[in-house]
């Protein structure tokens, strides 16, 4: 998955957790998920940094 699909499934999981519609074990589950996209965009975005960074030396 790339970056940009990471973003936007941790995106769709924000609006779904903003729905009143969800159970509880519904709620942690997508909040899970949307954490672990989160977590592996910021990883891809300090890989980048990192590229970029040495790029620049």
Same mark, same amino acid.
């Given at each position: ?5 990471? %973003? ?5 999981? %924000?609006?779904? %957790?903003?729905?009143?519609? @969800?159970? @509880?074990?519904?709620?942690? &589950?997508?909040? &899970? ?5 989160? #977590? #592996?965009?910021?990883?891809? %975005?300090?890989?980048? #940094? @990192? ?7």
């Amino acid at each position: 998955m790339s970056f940009e699909e990471k %973003l936007k499934k941790a995106n769709e999981a %924000l609006d779904k %957790l903003n729905s009143d519609e @969800l159970t @509880l074990n519904e709620s942690i &589950k997508i909040y &899970k998920t949307g954490l672990e996209n989160i #977590k #592996k965009a910021r990883e891809e %975005l300090e890989k980048a #940094k @990192l590229e970029v960074e040495n790029i620049d030396e």
